[in-house]
């Protein structure tokens, strides 16, 4: 079995990226296959856990009262929501939704209409109790936000001024800027552009927002994607490691895929990382799947650190395709 044939023999949600990414299929081809993300696998059975009112475990970011671990009720529109004695769950309507566009489901499929439109009028986030797409406080998750309403059609112009407002002055964002953060965290810098990029595209952006996305591009640039601007040395070990899904985690990858969905030439400055990427090559094609991001999910998407990823594998194929083709 060859790798591709590996890739091909698994969910509709990874066989549409395959036949679009690495096959070269005839457009129809791809998009019968996309189609079936929302009846069929993991799209279908993510939506299938869906509440009555769009959301996921009833809760924006974090699941609320029954779904907590220890049973006990919080605030339905903020309060302690007591994830602080757990690793953080994957399973509220967030992390839910970013799942579904990394499967690909498409947008316009009446299970997504009708879900939108559930989160739209019904879904409040906990830290201020805030319609889902006018976004929270945190940079972080409002990149997520614009980048899960620029996918779902939803207007979230209002959050992308927010993060052009809140960008810092390396370049990145962070956090914990309102707590006094003056220095950018790669995580939130990654979420942000990822927004960024994708509102963009559907709407063109503006000066500004442009002028943010390429600083904050400059920023993971300047250093390589993992190495400190001031010593040279690599600034976290975890992120040399792959992960899949990436929450809102920072990884090489996750940056790689990044600069390639950007859809330029790709910046001298990324070698390395690449020749990181390539050094991780299992001598049978594949890549492993790393890092995965300790938490409460509704079901895997892999199986298992130490083990060939199905979802790494076409993410770093897809990546050293778009770099081969340049260099």
Not at 46 to 52: G, I, N, P, V, Y
Not at 147 to 172: H, I, K, M, N, T
Not at 219 to 240: C, H, M, N, Q
Request: proline share 5%; with cysteine.
């Amino acid at each position: 079995m060859t790798v591709l044939d590996w890739l091909m023999d698994s969910d509709p949600s990874l066989r549409w990226q395959v036949l679009q990414d690495l096959g070269d299929a005839a457009p129809e081809v791809v998009a019968a296959e996309r189609a079936r993300v929302a009846t069929e696998g993991w799209g279908a059975r993510l939506l299938a856990l869906r509440d009555e009112d769009g959301q996921w475990a009833h809760g924006a970011y974090f699941p609320a009262r029954s779904d907590r671990p220890d049973g006990d009720g919080a605030d339905e529109a903020g309060g302690d929501p007591g994830w602080d004695r757990v690793p953080q769950p994957w399973t509220a309507t967030t992390y839910c939704l970013l799942l579904l566009r990394d499967f690909g489901i498409d947008p316009r499929s009446e299970q997504m209409r009708q879900t939108i439109a559930l989160v739209r009028d019904n879904c409040r986030w906990e830290e201020g109790g805030q319609p889902y797409f006018q976004g929270e406080v945190e940079p972080c998750i409002n990149g997520m936000t614009v980048a899960l309403g620029a996918y779902f059609d939803q207007d979230v112009d209002g959050v992308v001024s927010r993060l052009v407002s809140e960008q810092l002055d390396d370049g990145g964002w962070n956090c914990w800027a309102e707590s006094g953060a003056v220095v950018s965290s790669a995580a939130t810098t990654i979420n942000v552009l990822e927004g960024l990029l994708a509102h963009e595209r559907v709407t063109g952006g503006s000066a500004q927002s442009v002028d943010a996305r390429r600083r904050g591009e400059e920023y993971l640039l300047e250093r390589g994607l993992f190495r400190r601007k001031s010593t040279g040395g690599v600034i976290d070990p975890a992120w040399l490691t792959f992960s899949f899904p990436t929450r809102w985690h920072y990884d090489v990858l996750r940056a790689l895929e990044y600069f390639r969905s950007a859809g330029e030439l790709p910046d001298p400055r990324l070698a390395e990382a690449v020749e990181l990427l390539r050094s991780k090559k299992q001598p049978d094609g594949t890549w492993l799947l790393e890092n995965t991001h300790p938490g409460i999910v509704h079901f895997p998407v892999d199986d298992g650190d130490g083990r060939s990823s199905r979802w790494n594998t076409l993410r770093a194929l897809r990546v050293l395709d778009w770099y081969g083709r340049a260099v």
